[in-house]
């Protein structure tokens, strides 16, 4: 039984792709691919003569069979049109039936245009949420929104460029004209292009100058939310129903130093001072 091989490959400049990949490309018995005239581009400029069977959403079910027989007898590479594939690309199914089928499944690094955006936006990187393409319809896309909109990690999404201003749009109904956004356009292609800023001032400009090409989306995190200090007296009000309730004062001042801004160890002192008394 042979190796599923997962191969990225170039998202636009087609000398990101490794030396690892092509030498996969060239051995293989068969390659899967998502368009194989796209692929095509790509093994006709590096001499590549590997057969090419077709692997998309519309046949990626029946094309299971083929995929496997092939695999009887060698090696096979899944790619899809740009990036890596199963990242918003067919693959998973593939992949989960190998697993299954208990055939060694080997992921190749490489090109993917939500990673590439991201590390050039500028954004938070430490976390992060990768959501894909993004609703097409209105409601369901401002209905995204709010859902995401106290989201703290930066957001990634896909987008085509005949809906971006309108996706910006709802974007800004939600999270405000202020909120800062990035905009990744036509990624290592000669007219690639970054625009950082206000949504306000990023939804002008693509009204102004409407896009074209590939697009990554992606929204700053929410700014965490801000806490309002209670005064002494509220903590000891607090302190008071929580006691009275018959909850400990160390159990009391956690749950109200997480509430109330204060220190913990100072709800406790408070804490400490309110216990009742027990009567000798």
């Not at 796209?38 to 069979?65: A, F, G, M, Q, W």
């Not at 890596?84 to 090109?111: C, F, K, W």
């Not at 245009?113 to 894909?132: E, N």
């Not at 996706?167 to 950082?196: C, N």
């Amino acid at each position: 039984m042979g190796t599923l091989y997962i191969v990225p490959t170039p998202i636009g400049n087609l000398e990101d792709i490794t030396l690892r990949a092509l030498r996969i490309l060239r051995a293989s018995a068969l390659i899967a691919a998502e368009d194989t005239r796209t692929t095509r581009v790509l093994l006709n400029h590096y001499e590549i003569s590997t057969p090419l069977t077709s692997y998309h959403e519309h046949n990626k079910l029946t094309k299971l069979d083929v995929i496997f027989d092939a695999l009887e007898n060698g090696d096979v590479a899944l790619v899809s049109d740009a990036g890596t594939p199963g990242i918003s690309d067919p693959g998973y199914e593939l992949i989960r039936d190998a697993i299954a089928r208990g055939v060694t499944v080997t992921p190749l690094p490489g090109a993917c245009a939500a990673i590439t955006a991201l590390v050039a936006s500028g954004l938070p990187t430490d976390t992060f949420l990768f959501v894909g393409f993004l609703p097409r319809k209105d409601k369901a896309l401002r209905e995204f929104f709010a859902a995401h909109a106290m989201q703290q990690s930066t957001l990634v999404a896909y987008e085509s460029p005949n809906r971006l201003t309108d996706t910006l749009a709802a974007i800004q109904a939600i999270y405000g004209a202020d909120h800062q956004i990035v905009v990744a356009r036509e990624l290592s292609k000669l007219y690639e292009e970054f625009q950082r800023g206000r949504i306000a001032e990023v939804l002008a400009y693509y009204q102004a100058k409407p896009p074209r090409g590939e697009i990554v989306l992606l929204i700053a995190p929410a700014p965490p939310p801000q806490v309002v200090v209670w005064d002494e007296d509220a903590v000891r009000m607090a302190i008071r129903e929580q006691l009275g309730a018959g909850v400990s004062v160390k159990d009391a001042a956690r749950v109200i130093a997480a509430a109330s801004g204060w220190d913990r160890r100072d709800v406790y002192a408070l804490g400490v001072e309110e216990k009742p008394v027990k009567p000798d």
